[in-house]
C-alpha cells in the first residue's frame, strides 16, 4: 500500500524524486508517513485538504479488508 | 493548420484556444497577432488576436482519446488496486472530452463506501493524475458497478416526489445532502418541473437542496 501512495504521490508533485514515506505501525493505527520536497507540500494537501483527505479515504477503505485503520501523514522533512 | 483566438487580454485569447484545441502551451506556437482594448465590450470589435498551431501537427482528437482512455484505465487500476488486486477497469463511453469509466470487483461496497464517498475519493484523484499528465486532457467519471447510475435514478425518483409534496402542502421539502455536482442535476431537474423552484442550504458536506411551492 506505501509503494501505491508514493507512487500517486510522485505524480502530484514538481520534485517526485524527493518523495519518501515509510509506515509506522501502532497498536491499533498503522500512519504512512510521507515526505517531499517542503515546496509541493500544499499539492499533496490540496485545497481544503481535500487531497490527503481523498488519500486517506483510499488508504481506509484498503485497510478495512485486513481490520486495520490506517491513516496518512505528511511530515515536515528536517531543516537543519 | 493555424487557428486564431480573440479575447479580453493575451492570457485569456492563449487560454481559450488552447482549451479549444485540447493541448497546453507547450505544445503550441504562439503568436500574438493584435492587442487592443475592446470596444464596447467587444461588440464593435477590438481586443486581442493570438495565433496557436500546435507543435507536430494536429492529430486527430480520436488519437488522443486513444491514448487518454489507456491513461485513464491505468491510474484507475492503480488507485483501485489497493482496495482490491483483482478489480477490472474499464472504460464505458467517451462523449466529448469526458470519460466515464467502470470498476468491477467482489469488493464493491468497499469501493463504493459510505454514501459513495470512496468512489468519489477514487475519482478525485484519478482526474488529479489525469490533469497532471500534459499526454490527456480529459474529464474522467469513475463509477462501480453502475453505482451512480442507480443513484442518479434514484435521486430523479426522489426530486419528483418531494417536489409534488412541496406543492401539494405548500410547503419547503429538504433534501438528503449531496455533493455539488449532484445538486447542480438536481436544480436543473426542478427547474423543469412546473410550480416549484429550489434553491441549496447549509455548509460544507451538510449542503442540501430544498424544493419550494413557487409563489
Given at each position: 500500500m506505501k509503494d501505491v501512495v508514493i507512487e500517486i504521490v510522485k505524480r502530484l508533485?514538481?520534485?517526485?524524486?524527493?518523495v519518501d514515506a515509510k509506515e509506522v505501525e501502532g497498536e491499533q493505527t498503522t500512519i504512512i508517513e510521507i515526505t517531499t520536497n517542503p515546496e509541493d507540500i500544499g499539492k499533496v494537501i490540496g485545497k481544503k485538504g481535500r487531497t490527503i483527505k481523498a488519500l486517506r479515504t483510499i488508504v481506509n477503505a484498503a485497510a478495512v479488508k485486513d481490520d486495520k485503520r490506517v491513516t496518512v501523514e505528511i511530515v515536515e522533512p528536517d531543516r537543519r | 493548420m493555424k487557428f486564431v483566438y480573440r479575447g479580453k487580454n493575451v492570457r485569456r485569447a492563449i487560454n481559450k484556444g488552447l482549451k479549444k484545441l485540447g493541448i497546453t502551451e507547450s505544445d503550441a506556437e504562439i503568436e500574438i497577432v493584435q492587442e487592443k482594448p475592446l470596444i464596447l465590450f467587444g461588440l464593435l470589435g477590438g481586443g486581442t488576436k493570438v495565433k496557436i498551431k500546435p507543435k507536430g501537427g494536429f492529430f486527430p482528437a480520436s488519437a488522443q482519446k486513444d491514448k487518454s482512455s489507456g491513461k485513464v484505465e491505468e491510474y484507475t487500476r492503480m488507485i483501485v488496486g489497493m482496495i482490491d488486486k483483482k478489480a477490472k477497469v474499464r472504460v464505458e463511453k467517451i462523449k466529448g472530452s469526458r470519460i466515464s469509466v467502470n470498476i468491477d470487483s467482489s469488493s464493491k461496497e468497499i469501493i463504493i463506501g459510505k454514501r459513495g464517498s470512496t468512489l468519489d475519493a477514487v475519482e478525485y484523484i484519478v482526474n488529479l493524475l489525469v490533469k497532471r499528465d500534459p499526454s490527456t486532457r480529459v474529464d474522467v467519471s469513475v463509477d462501480c458497478g453502475g453505482y451512480k447510475k442507480n443513484m442518479s435514478g434514484k435521486i430523479k425518483n426522489s426530486v419528483r416526489q418531494a417536489s409534488a409534496r412541496a406543492k401539494k402542502e405548500d410547503k419547503p421539502v429538504k433534501l438528503e445532502p449531496m455533493d455539488s455536482h449532484t445538486r447542480k442535476m438536481v436544480h436543473e431537474q426542478i427547474k423543469s418541473i412546473e410550480g416549484v423552484e429550489s434553491e441549496s442550504v447549509g455548509r460544507g458536506s451538510s449542503r442540501r437542496v430544498v424544493i419550494k411551492r413557487k409563489a
Open positions: 508533485v514538481d520534485n517526485p524524486d524527493d | -
